[in-house]
T-cell receptor, first 115, second 108 residues
Framework: DTGVSQDPRHKITKRGQNVTFRCDPI?????LYWYRQTLGQGPEFLTY????????KSRLLSDRFSAERPKGSFSTLEIQRTEQGDSAMYLC?????????????FGEGSRLTVL | AQRVTQPEKLLSVFKGAPVELKCNYSYSGSPELFWYVQYSRQRLQLLLRHISRESIKGFTADLNKGETSFHLKKPFAQEEDSAMYYCAFLSGNTPLVFGKGTRLSVIA
């Protein structure tokens, strides 16, 4: 197991297009998180799953964003009708179930550029 | 709301000099605090957590509830310590909240 993997690593798209990112967590981890990071900021929480259940969503996650984790393994984050403000690094992280130790294992991120 | 503040965007020190990266939090309860680090071209990773009271790579951090601080310290900086450092906050089952980060640059 090479850790959390994300795909694609880079995505350039035109405003108004839809994009989808995939995250494969560490296999025995059942918590999966999505964060967004823009220049000069720390990672900002978007949403997280425990198994296939989406337990919390940030107000940053507008209606254009949707995340799924259908079988409790990999997850996808889709952004519809992209806007320039969506340009950011999208980070996925996973952790073991309980207790909530605060130790997240991050992927390398998917960088989105919206033109 | 929970908040983590890292007042310095950039900290430059000479090799061998002491390092202190500042972190303050706002929360009325008993938080758990962490330092994460991101070296160049590597992924974000946990450096240390306050409950472990451990020293990792020569770094230590003490939770000061009176000052609501969790500063990261190292007595003698090394060039390989150059990285982005993020303070992070956890309470209960809420997701980690990160500060904006401090870039540490150790000058040879």
């Amino acid at each position: 197991d090479t850790g959390v993997s994300q795909d694609p690593r880079h995505k350039i798209t035109k405003r108004g297009q839809n994009v989808t990112f995939r995250c494969d967590p560490i296999s025995e981890h059942n918590r999966l998180y999505w964060y967004r990071q823009t220049l000069g900021q720390g990672p900002e929480f978007l949403t997280y799953f425990q198994n296939e259940a989406q337990l919390e969503k940030s107000r940053l996650l507008s209606d254009r964003f949707s995340a799924e984790r259908p079988k409790g393994s990999f997850s996808t984050l889709e952004i519809q009708r992209t806007e320039q403000g969506d340009s950011a690094m999208y980070l996925c992280a996973s952790s073991s179930r309980t207790p909530n130790t605060g130790e997240l294992f991050f992927g390398e991120g998917s960088r989105l550029t919206v033109l | 709301a929970q908040r983590v503040t890292q007042p310095e965007k950039l900290l430059s020190v000479f090799k061998g000099a002491p390092v202190e990266l500042k972190c303050n939090y706002s929360y009325s309860g008993s938080p758990e605090l962490f330092w994460y680090v991101q070296y160049s071209r590597q992924r974000l990773q946990l450096l240390l957590r306050h409950i472990s009271r451990e020293s990792i790579k020569g770094f230590t951090a003490d939770l000061n509830k009176g000052e609501t601080s969790f500063h990261l310290k190292k007595p003698f900086a090394q060039e390989e310590d150059s990285a982005m450092y993020y303070c992070a906050f956890l309470s209960g089952n809420t997701p980690l909240v990160f500060g904006k980060g401090t870039r540490l640059s150790v000058i040879a």
